[in-house]
Nanobody, 115 residues
Framework: QVQLVESGGDLVQPGGSLRLSCAASGSAFSTYALGWYRQAPGKQRELVATITSAASTNYADSVRGRFTISRDNAKNTVDLQMNSLKPEDTAVYYC?????????WGQGTQVTVSS
């Protein structure tokens, strides 16, 4: 019902900033909870940030204060602004849309933080 495409991943130096975007195609986008997750090689996929249909947000402790999630229901997009990036932020970042038992994932975009 929802297809998601992430973009914006890049190589960035520690302390730098990056903005990821996720564009959705489908119906009822505004009713889905949205989230950004990441997975580093050899590690489990983990929550980065979520935003509900009511626009309440939640962040992993490791990114709180540095990352900001936002959604634009008119454009069917969810963004992740990442500031003060650290090498440990290096991962493939995935966009997710969720509502009850419905769950959709994007293909992922690579973020590499290195000098």
């Amino acid at each position: 019902q929802v297809q998601l495409v992430e973009s914006g991943g890049d190589l960035v130096q520690p302390g730098g900033s990056l903005r990821l975007s996720c564009a959705a195609s489908g119906s009822a986008f505004s009713t889905y909870a949205l989230g950004w997750y990441r997975q580093a090689p050899g590690k489990q996929r983990e929550l980065v940030a979520t935003i509900t249909s009511a626009a309440s947000t939640n962040y992993a402790d490791s990114v709180r204060g540095r990352f900001t999630i936002s959604r634009d229901n008119a454009k069917n997009t969810v963004d992740l602004q990442m500031n003060s990036l650290k090498p440990e932020d290096t991962a493939v970042y995935y966009c997710r849309a969720q509502k009850f038992l419905l769950n959709f994932w994007g293909q992922g975009t690579q973020v590499t933080v290195s000098s």
